[in-house]
């Protein structure tokens, strides 16, 4: 206001004169009025310091994830690959001129062959120890000893005679003071017989020993420390398989660490003849003790059904020679009928667990007996095959194909027969977990006998289970943690729940224990606390508010926002500029005049 | 003496229930499983087919829980949420009760409302009722493919106390008038079966015709007995025969190839018994009925037994004997023109809306006496001495139909009526905004002699969050069916001879509720233009910047300078204000005013142009380097 009063003043002031040089385009005589000015920058301000809360409260909730951690979890898995203490104990009875230290140093030597070529993650930090006892019953030993070993527990001569199982139970006993500094402790005893002639034999118990058993060892002493070698890396630390052929993908164990075995008796036609199972013995009797022993690495559930009506889908052809229907492993693609075979629908398997499927298949009457050929020409002894991460086929025919007179009654399968359907599947199952079910193991040194558990699992191929599950565990957790982290940072505006936070913070807590329990040498514990961090971090990925598309875009923000602060933005900082624009322009006059008046 | 007689017991009572044991153990280890279908001409030349299918399995903590052919499915749903008893059904068209029957067994159990119907009895402790409840619906839908998950939310289900006929203070009830049914639902339904629809009876079930039926409604029941579980399984069609009209007002002749297209080439082996009923009503001889050929009609197998009750005949067929060769094709041919009508609920329930426009309306439910109700009011007779019909109504209410149950009136034979003549009891739970649904259960006692009751209740129809409207908004919504139902009337067939184990005939001989759901309501609702929320933004926002825009300018402007600047350059007139007043006298029909005449005007216009161009470039500017920021990142 101040100045439209004063600027009527300005002519009045100039006509009259006072300076005849007052030009009133590039003059003016009194002060420019601030009030203008004023005004309008404080509403600039006002709305500057107003676009903080606005921020605010268009900011949307994102749980802090520890990025740091993941990448460094992930660096630190992919440089270092995991790595269990295992110790190695090789005990030489009836050697009379061989010295420990120089033994071990050989065996060291084999060991680091072997291994040289898979130094993959989950194999093991070798430390060996020996002892050598000769005929005379002293002992030397090298140190530092880990194992209490006394002295002339194993006599020379009597060793190795009777049942393989009663010498594992007897093996065991002697080692059962026994601990590796860290892991657990795998031992060979190697027996050098006095008596001449004596085969030479190799046995693997279901523990985590063996043994070699013969005579005139001493003489052939490299070819026995290339053989203790040998059953150190090949069976014990690699579990008997050949360049491990199996990869975690292929695990058949959930992303939950929850595994279903899902049993199915399928009658593919009842009309001809109805078998039934007594699958409440085979649940408590067989099966119980596998899925104990493979707690550590699985939650394992059983469950069963009877379905009818099933056939197969491929077809199958009368061989006369054989006197029976063959199918080929060419055919076996096609085996399995989907749309008959109601095998999937389970309330028992909950989101990410993992299903396997053990079919056992009662061909009808018109192509029985049933029988697969192998490609050379053999009938196959198991009459069943494997689909890896699916499950297996098990085709039992039955006796005599006779089919029932008129109306088909309800036959049980004889407790024999389901056993033997049940040994099928403990060794399909076995495969599926990537170990062989044969007896016996050739190498190029020779063969070993491997004593089969009653568990399914030996304790060493349980051993060997863990460490491959939690090295295969930790990495799909980092890869998994390690997408998360990238979807997020991908998506500034996507909403990260505190649960998703929490998860991934509990991911990454497991598997820090997971690896440093692996270092200490805790093969179940670490593989529980592994499979806990890769459930967790799959929990986190496919958390349902992820999954959903509820972010709030950058786009919805503007197309809401603009329409008010678009104009209003224009206005006030129009306005202020050209207030402060006068303003100068105002000052300049009166300076001019200023100096104009001075100078007069 | 004594002592001798107790010494002579103790043997016998070990002996006894060591016997005992035996004869249960050897009982229970056993899984049953059996068929049936009925058959039965209706009066309005139609036939209805019932298929029946039962599935008995011993309790799972004496039996273990691997099952030989009780589904996997079911029993693992019954271990991981404890259900007591459960009943889904799925249906498609509307039961006639008047043509169809009303009061019969077969009725009051398999007329059920539209679209999918789930109650559910837990043996959970209350407080994880509704949890419970949550996880069913999500594995029922799996098991189902069906939206039956959308009965999780709290606002589509109640938990009745006892209008529903069942009281338990852990049943859950749920419907969805709008599911449709059709052959996806059925599929997961047999393959519960041993069968599935491979063999036996439930070969029949040729999809196109079954879905060419005026009503079908597949039923899934589950309870817990004391010898186990019990699954029972019902699909029931009413299906017009294809017949030429021959002008002699017979009933329509048919076999089961012409209903179904399909034959029954023996029974499903797994089966305990496999039977096929005919029920006729309404003969007008029944005596005559046992030969397999008479006046009236004729059948093309001879039943092998014939049992009476007291308005009807049931003829049973065994389906052993047929096979591949010889197939049970069940044929029926009138001879003689036949009339009979069926059974009769004491009241027919309608129920129908009042009301217009997108504000309020009322719900009506009419219950009008039958022909039957002469007959069976005589039954009713309380110690009173006058004759009393009781009617139980159970309806829900969607929470977005916000009734007022002051403005309950019930018209007796069209007049008011004060509530406590009849209205004995009433119960009701009101519905909460978004967060549970209503319900209303009514005890009604009527005298026998009612021709009509009339009850309505108005309501305003409420507002839905934008995000709550289902993608047809327009379509309107459902109110599930309100169930009608007469505690004091049974509905059992009446056999003369005595039934051993036919498990069908066994369920029809049980009592039950006579129960007639009504129609579902459709009641549209005020539906938004879906862009609404955006053009509110931008037509607030517009109005607060041009307001705040004005404001600021009003502040700011020096009007006596304005005025000077003005003056000083009125003389000389733009070209662009030229052209513009021009054209605005253009528009207006004027001659063209000296632009001299309003100097200010023009002005201001120049300027308010440039303005205005300077404004646009600004946005624009702003737009540009927006879209190079978002596309850069």
Known sequence: MEETDSDPLNPTTSTPGTTPEFDPKTMRSSKPGLKRLLITTTVLFSFLSGLPFLWKSVEIYRSQLPFHDIDSLSDQIKSTPLRFPCTFHAVFVGFRSTHPDQLRSEIQDGVNRLTRRSSQCGSCNVSISVTVQNPDGHCSETLPSTCSYRCGVIKGDVFGAGLDDMVDESLDDVFSGCSGDGGEMYSVVVVNKEKEDEEVKAVVGKRRHAWIVGSGLEERYGDVVARVSEVFVKVFMNGGREDDSIHGEFMPVGSDGRLVLSFSLLNSDPRDWIYDWDFQRIDEGLLAPVTKALAPIADISVESQVLYHTPKSSFSSWDEKLQSYIFRTSDLPFFVNSNEWHLDTSAGASGRSKILQFVVYIPSGKECPLHLQLPNGEISKTNGFISPMWGGVIVWNPRNCVKDSESPSRNMISPQDLEKIVEVFLGQFRQLFGFKSEAIYTSELGSYKILPSERGFTEWELDVLSRKHTCFNLQSCSTTLGSLSRLVQSLPRMIIKDEIGEQVKYSLKAAKLAQSNASLGGYSSSASSSREARSLAENAFFHPSIMSVSYFSYEHCFAVYSPFFLPVAGHVVLAALREWKRYKQEKAKYLTWLTRKKTA | ?633
């Open chain 2, 1 to 633: 003496m004594a002592r001798t007689v107790l010494t002579w017991w103790i043997p016998l009572l070990i002996l006894q229930s060591f016997l005992l044991a035996i004869a249960f153990g050897s009982n229970e280890v056993e899984e049953e499983f059996s068929e049936s279908l009925l058959l039965k001409p209706l009066p309005d030349r139609k036939v209805l087919a019932h298929f029946h299918f039962e599935n008995r399995a011993p309790p799972s903590n004496s039996h273990g829980r691997h099952h030989h052919l009780f589904p996997k499915a079911i029993s693992q749903l019954v271990q991981k949420f404890r259900v007591k008893e459960m009943e889904l059904s799925f249906t498609q068209g509307r039961w006639n009760h008047e043509h169809w029957g009303g009061s019969d067994t077969l009725s009051s159990m398999n007329a059920k409302p539209v679209g999918v119907e789930l109650w559910a009895v837990f043996d959970v402790p209350r407080s994880e009722v509704d949890t419970s409840w949550k996880n069913l619906t999500h594995a029922l839908s799996g098991l189902f493919c069906a939206s039956i998950n959308f009965l999780e939310s709290s606002t589509s289900y109640a938990a009745p106390t006892w209008g529903f006929g069942r009281s338990s203070d852990k049943l859950r009830y749920g419907s969805l008038p709008r599911e449709a049914v059709c052959t996806e639902n059925l599929t997961p339904w047999l393959k519960l079966l041993p069968c599935r629809d491979k063999d036996g009876i439930s070969a029949l079930m040729n999809r196109p015709s079954v879905y060419r039926g005026f009503y079908h409604s597949q039923r899934l029941h589950l309870s817990m007995i004391d010898s186990g579980m019990l699954l029972e399984q019902s699909l029931t069609v009413v299906l017009q025969p294809d017949t030429v009209y021959d002008g002699k007002d017979l009933q329509p002749s048919w076999s089961l190839s012409s209903l179904f297209g399909r034959k029954v080439v023996g029974k499903c082996v797994l089966a305990k018994s496999s039977n096929v009923y005919l029920q006729m009503e309404g003969l007008a001889h029944p005596e005559a009925h046992t030969l397999l050929k008479n006046e009236e009609f004729e059948l093309s197998i001879k039943p092998d037994r014939t049992l009476r009750e007291t308005s009807s005949v049931l003829f049973i067929f065994d389906i052993d004997k047929s096979s591949d060769s010889e197939p049970f094709d069940l044929s029926l041919t009138w001879k003689l023109p036949s009339k009979w009508s069926c059974q009769q609920a004491p009241l027919h329930a309608s129920r129908f809306l009042m009301g217009s426009g997108n504000e309020r309306g009322a719900i009506a439910i009419l219950l009008k006496a039958t022909e039957s109700q002469d007959k069976l009011s005589g039954k009713d007779i309380t110690n009173g001495g006058r004759c009393r019909i009781k009617a139980n109504v159970f309806q829900i209410f969607p929470w977005y139909v916000k009734v007022y149950y002051h403005t309950l009136q019930i018209f007796v034979d069209q007049q008011q009526n004060t509530s406590s003549e009849v209205l004995k009891k009433i119960n009701v739970s009101p519905s909460a905004d978004k967060m549970s649904s209503g319900m209303m259960e009514m005890m009604l006692e009527l005298p026998c002699e009612v021709k009509s009751v009339a009850i309505s209740i108005e309501y305003d129809k409420g507002f839905l969050h934008i995000d709550e409207y289902p993608p047809d908004a327009n379509q309107g919504f459902d109110i599930p069916s309100a169930l009608i139902s007469f505690p004091d009337h049974h509905a059992s067939l009446d056999f003369k001879e005595e039934l051993s184990t036919l498990p069908l005939l066994s369920k029809f001989k049980d009592k039950s509720l006579v129960r007639s759901y009504t129609e579902v309501l459709l009641v549209p609702l005020t539906t938004p233009d879906f862009s609404m929320p955006y053009n509110v933004i931008t037509i607030t926002c517009t109005v607060f910047a041009l307001y705040f825009g004005s404001l600021l300018n009003a502040l700011r402007r020096r009007i006596g300078e304005e005025e000077r600047f003005l003056k000083s350059k009125g003389k000389k007139t733009g070209g662009l204000k030229q052209l513009l007043s021009r054209f605005t006298a253009k528009i207006r029909g004027r001659p063209v005013e000296s632009p001299s005449s309003e100097p200010t005007a023009a002005a201001q216009s120049s300027v308010l142009s440039s303005k205005l161009l300077f404004k646009i470039i600004l946005v624009a500017g702003v737009a540009a380097a927006w879209q190079y920021f978002s596309t850069d990142k």
